[in-house]
């Protein structure tokens, strides 16, 4: 497992990079995969989720992907209503890392490892016209960005893995 949140008061929702999209229940002990695949093709291993707040979270699944082979995919999961329905938000990442929601819940930061970049893509739930994924932060130094987060203000934080930094 690489990223874990309470979607309830018992249930985690996992992202486990062998098996898939999982959930344990804390009082049971039961551990469940809920997906490992979408539509047909095996996820290349999940990293980081954010929970969009109305019974969905978005998740990374960067597997292998690197520079040179932009295979990693952005995805978004319904466990609100029991369905556990996925689709594809956006792919083409150099391993997309982190994963955090914009305050008002319009875009997607995405740690894109391997350029040393943070990625803005709109969320299922932006409606205001056409908008593309852009980069919003290109970090100096070290490897990349790993975690994201951002707070109530819109400011996006990231371990900045191998510079020894959070980046704002």
């Known amino acids: 497992?690489?990223?874990?949140?309470?979607?309830?008061?018992?249930?985690?929702?996992?992202?486990?990079?062998?098996?898939?999209?999982c959930t344990y229940d804390v009082v049971s002990g039961e551990y469940k995969v809920h997906a490992s695949e979408y539509e047909g093709t095996k996820f290349l291993g999940l990293n980081d989720l954010v929970l969009d707040g109305n019974g969905g979270a978005y998740f990374t699944d960067p597997g292998q992907s690197d520079y040179l082979t932009k295979n990693g995919c952005v995805y978004y999961v319904n466990y609100?209503?029991?369905?556990?329905?996925?689709?594809?938000?956006?792919?083409?990442?150099?391993?997309?890392?982190?994963?955090?929601?914009?305050?008002?819940?319009k875009f997607l930061y995405v740690a894109e490892f391997n350029s040393n970049s943070i990625i803005c893509v709109p969320s299922k739930t932006y409606t205001e016209g056409k908008d593309t994924p852009y980069v919003v932060a290109r970090l100096a130094g070290g490897h990349g960005?790993?975690?994201v987060l951002t707070d109530l203000k819109g400011n996006i934080y990231s371990a900045h893995l191998g510079a020894g930094e959070v980046a704002v």
């Open 145 to 147: 960005p790993d975690g």
């Open 1 to 21: 497992p690489n990223g874990a949140k309470f979607i309830d008061e018992n249930t985690m929702l996992i992202t486990d990079r062998a098996q898939g999209l």
């Open 80 to 105: 609100g209503d029991g369905s556990y329905a996925i689709e594809r938000i956006s792919d083409g990442f150099a391993y997309p890392n982190g994963i955090t929601i914009s305050p008002d819940g």
